[in-house]
């Protein structure tokens, strides 16, 4: 018996002579894709609604979008001209609420009236096609420069509110057109 007890206990002092290691296995939060040098058309029964182009994205595993090195929308009519763009030092596209945020030195431009948006802050709705923030907006105008705070608007930037306008505004009252018959 003392044999039995002998040769235990040299397997239980070889086991804990053992070096245990111990693996501690990190949690990767980053992103799953990386992708460089986007170009893509977003079509719609064959009809182009937007081209966004953009240097970085990266796919996050809640199908997040983040667009770190900016981001350039062109927004399409149904007859595949160009309505307005939009360009932002950054951008995100956040999937469970399917919206896009553009942020950093925003500029939109409508092609057909002229008129320019700056901000720090734009969110687009693709679904309303709308575009909307509660931040400090400047508006120029081919007559005046509009600013206030919020917006809501068109994604084709034709029709826009400012929530709270500011400033001075000038209203040009509107001449009669002669009528010829």
């Not at 948006?117 to 005046?144: A, G």
């Amino acid at each position: 018996m003392n044999k039995s007890w002998f040769i235990v206990g040299l397997i239980g002092l070889f086991f804990s002579c053992k070096e245990q290691k111990k693996v501690d296995h990190e949690i990767y939060d980053g992103p799953e894709v990386a992708m460089r040098n986007i170009d893509m058309l977003v079509s719609d029964s064959a009809i182009i609604k937007l081209r966004l182009v953009a240097r970085t994205q990266l796919v996050l595993s809640n199908q997040d979008r983040d667009f770190p090195d900016g981001i350039y929308l062109r927004f399409y009519n149904p007859f595949g001209l160009v309505t307005s763009t939009l360009l932002a030092d950054k951008g995100y596209y956040f999937s469970e609420e399917d919206y896009y945020q553009a942020e950093g030195n925003v500029i939109m431009r409508s092609l057909f009236t002229g008129d320019e948006l700056s901000t720090e802050l734009l969110n687009w709705d693709p679904e309303k096609e709308q575009i909307y923030t509660d931040n400090f907006v400047t508006i120029k105008t081919e007559d005046e420069v509009l600013t206030g705070e919020g917006l809501e608007a068109s994604q084709n930037f034709e029709e826009y509110t400012i929530l709270k306008p500011s400033g001075v505004m000038s209203i040009m009252p509107q001449t009669k057109q002669p009528q010829t018959n």
